[in-house]
C-alpha cells in the first residue's frame, strides 16, 4: 500500500497551485473568509477543489469545486470567531495535485465600511448644499425657480375639468411606499387635491398597493379639511383596486372610458403598462399630466400625454405647488449640486483625458 | 401629537435606515432586516384588510345607488369571495388539498389553477394591447411636425433600419452607428436624467427626514 502511494507520487506530473492564503474579508459584516491561490501552470487542469478544516478537527470539508480559471473564492459559511485553514487540490482528467495548506483565518464582522467613505463624503456634501440653501429660503423667501410647464398647467386643467363638469382621475403609479417616486406622487395628490376641493371638482384615486391606498386617503382627506371643504371628502374618492400590474391596467382603462375624466395625472412609477394608460386616457380626450423617473417609460408618455415631467422634476412637483420657501431652497439646492456634479465630471474626464497625453508625465 | 409622531418615527427610522448603508456588522444588520421585512408585512397585512373593505365598500356603494354598470360590482365582489374561499379552505393545488373539495371529477378549480387559467391569459391579453397602443403611440410620435420630431423620426429609422438584416444590405456600416446611437447619445441622455432623479431623491429624503416636506401627512 505504502509503496503503491510513493509510486503515485513520483508518476504525478501535475503540478499544484501555489501560495494559498486565507484572510477575512474586509468590510463586510462577518461570515466571510477570502481564499487565494495562483494558479497551476498546467494546461490540462480542468479546476481546482476548495477544502476547509476547523482547527482542532481532524477532517477536511470540500467547499466547492472551482473553474481553471478561478485563483480566488469566498468561503461565506465560516462562523465568525472560528478559526479555519483551507487546501486548495489541482485537478485534471486523471491526476490531482495538492497545495501547502494556508495558514489559519477567521471571519470578523466590521462596524464601518470603508468602502463606503466616498458615498458618505458626497453625502455630507450634497446634505451641506440643501441645508445652506433651504436655511437661505428663511431669510429670503422669493427665490427664482425655473418654470416647469407640466406644473402651470395643472391648474388650467383642473378649471377645465371644473368647466366640463367632468371628474379629475390621479393614479400614483405602481410601486409601493418605499418608492420615493410614490411618496412624490403623494405629496403632488396633496396639493391637487387641495385644487379640487377648492374647485368642487369629482376625484378619483385608485390605487395600487394597499399601503398607498391608506397613505393616499388620509392625504386626500387631509387635503380637503385644510381647506375648509371636509363635507366634500367622501370614501369612493380614494379606493383600492387590485396589485395585479394588468388588472389595475384594465381598471384603469375602464376608469377613463367609462368616467371619462378631463384631466388624468399619471404621476409615480410606471412600467409597462405606462402606453396602455396614456394612450387610452389619449383616445378620451383628457388633457394628460404625467410623471416619472422610469427612464424607459418617458418616451411613451412624452408621445401620449400632453405634458410630461421628466425625472428630477417630479421630485420639485411638490414645492413648486406649493410654493413653500422652505421646499424651493431645497429645490435651488439641487441645482447646484447638479452644478458640483457637472463641474466634477468634466475636471474628471480632463483629468483621464490629460493622463493619456505626454503632459501626464510631468504631472 | 398626530403630526409629530410620525415625523419622530420617520426621523429615527430614516437615519437608522441610513446608517445601516455605512455599518455592516451583522446585529445592525439584522435590525434594519427585520425592518424592511417583518415590519413592513405586518404593517402589509393590515393594510391589505383595509384594501379588501375598501373594494367591499367601493363596490357595495355603486350597488345600492345603482350607479352606472352597478351589474359588473356584482362580478366582482362574488369573485372576491369566491377565490377568497378557494384560496383559504380549498387548497393551493392538487398536490395541496385544502378541506374543501376543489374539483369536480378531473376538473380541479385550486387557487393555483384558477390563477393560471384565468388571470394570466387575462393579464397576457391586457399586455398584448401594448403592441397596438405602441403602433399608434410611434405613428403620433414620428411625425415630423419640428427640427426635434424630424430628429426623432431619422433616429428611429436608422435603429430599426440597423436591427436588422436589410440594413446592413443597403449601407454596410449601419447596424454599428444604429449601435452607437444606443451607446452613446442615448446612453448619455439616460443618464443626465438618472442623475437629476438620484439628486431629487436625495433631496425628497433629506426632506422628509427633517420635516420640512410634509405632503405625505395631507401637508401643513
Known sequence: ?363 | MQKKLPLFLVLVTGIFGAVTYFIPHHSIQAVDETIRNDVMRIIAAFSLVLGVGSILQHHFTKIQRKAANWQYSWITVVTLFVSAIIGLFGGIDPTHPGILPTHIGNFSFHIQTLFVNMMIPLAATMFSLLAFFMASAAYRAFRARNFSATLLLAAAFVLMLGAVPLGRMIFHPLPSFAEWILAVPNTAAKRGINFGVQLGIFATSLKILLGIERGWLGGG
Open chain 1, 1 to 363: 500500500m505504502a509503496l503503491s502511494c510513493i509510486v503515485a507520487l513520483l508518476l504525478c506530473s501535475l503540478s499544484p497551485p501555489g501560495s494559498v492564503a486565507a484572510r477575512d474579508v474586509p468590510n463586510d459584516g462577518g461570515g466571510n473568509i477570502l481564499v487565494t491561490w495562483t494558479a497551476s501552470p498546467d494546461s490540462d487542469i480542468v479546476g481546482y477543489q476548495v477544502l476547509r478544516q476547523t482547527r482542532g478537527d481532524t477532517t477536511w470539508d470540500t467547499l466547492t469545486f472551482a473553474g481553471r480559471r478561478a485563483t480566488s473564492y469566498v468561503d461565506d459559511a465560516a462562523r465568525n470567531g472560528v478559526q479555519y485553514q483551507y487546501k486548495i487540490i489541482a485537478e485534471s482528467n486523471t491526476e490531482a495535485a495538492e497545495a501547502p495548506v494556508s495558514g489559519y483565518a477567521t471571519a470578523v464582522p466590521q462596524w464601518f465600511n470603508f468602502d463606503s467613505v466616498p458615498g458618505l463624503i458626497g453625502t455630507v456634501i450634497l446634505s451641506f448644499i440643501l441645508l445652506y440653501f433651504i436655511n437661505r429660503a428663511r431669510k429670503n423667501r422669493n427665490l427664482f425657480i425655473r418654470r416647469i410647464s407640466g406644473l402651470d398647467a395643472v391648474d388650467e386643467a383642473l378649471g377645465r375639468a371644473t368647466e366640463m363638469g367632468r371628474p379629475t382621475l390621479y393614479v400614483a403609479g405602481l410601486s409601493s411606499i418605499a418608492d420615493v417616486a410614490t411618496i412624490a406622487s403623494l405629496n403632488i395628490l396633496g396639493e391637487v387635491a387641495k385644487k379640487t376641493a377648492k374647485f368642487g371638482t369629482p376625484l378619483i384615486v385608485p390605487s395600487y398597493d394597499p399601503i398607498v391606498y391608506t397613505v393616499a386617503r388620509e392625504i386626500v382627506k387631509e387635503s380637503y379639511t385644510s381647506v375648509g371643504r371636509p363635507d366634500a371628502f367622501t370614501q369612493d374618492i380614494v379606493f383600492f383596486v387590485t396589485d395585479q400590474q394588468f388588472a389595475y391596467a384594465a381598471a384603469v382603462d375602464g376608469i377613463m372610458t367609462r368616467e371619462r375624466p378631463a384631466t388624468n395625472f399619471l404621476i409615480g412609477m410606471f412600467y409597462a403598462e405606462a402606453l396602455i394608460l396614456a394612450e387610452t386616457g389619449a383616445s378620451t380626450g383628457a388633457v394628460q399630466i404625467a410623471g416619472t423617473d422610469a427612464v424607459s417609460q418617458l418616451p411613451f408618455f412624452i408621445t401620449a400625454c400632453d405634458y410630461t415631467l421628466i425625472g428630477e422634476e417630479l421630485y420639485a412637483a411638490s414645492a413648486y405647488l406649493s410654493r413653500e420657501p422652505l421646499l424651493l431652497g431645497g429645490i435651488k439646492g439641487q441645482d447646484y449640486s447638479k452644478a458640483l456634479i457637472v463641474i466634477v465630471i468634466v475636471v474628471g474626464t480632463l483629468l483621464a483625458l490629460a493622463a493619456g497625453l505626454p503632459i501626464a508625465n510631468y504631472l
